[in-house]
């Protein structure tokens, strides 16, 4: 009982921690490669481990997640268009695990 509480925590916390990265990461649009790393990650987590979010946490997710597109997408660089490819996709696998 109390080890699973353990377990989701630790899950949570690192998924939460992923986000961050994220977020830090696409403000320099040279590392739009973390960036869709993170969001990854953040994709296997939700697949793979039991991760209760909140609503205000999802909502985290997703508007970094948005962000990191958009702002790849602006970049106008082929680099940048191959992030915002990836991240599309990824945020569609998101938003049906979320």
């Known amino acids: 009982m109390f080890g699973t509480e353990k377990v989701k925590s630790r899950s949570k916390k690192k998924f939460m921690g992923l986000t961050s990265a994220m977020e830090m990461a696409y403000e320099d649009p040279t590392r739009y490669g973390v960036v869709v790393d993170a969001a990854s990650q953040l994709c296997d987590m939700l697949q793979q481990?039991?991760?209760?979010?909140?609503?205000?946490?999802?909502l985290r997710v997703m508007k970094s997640l948005t962000k990191a597109k958009v702002r790849a997408f602006m970049g106008g660089v082929s680099d940048n268009y191959r992030a915002f490819k990836s991240l599309d996709g990824i945020s569609n696998s998101l938003i049906q695990l979320l």
Request: charged share 40%.
């Open 49 to 58: 481990d039991e991760v209760s979010l909140t609503t205000a946490e999802k």
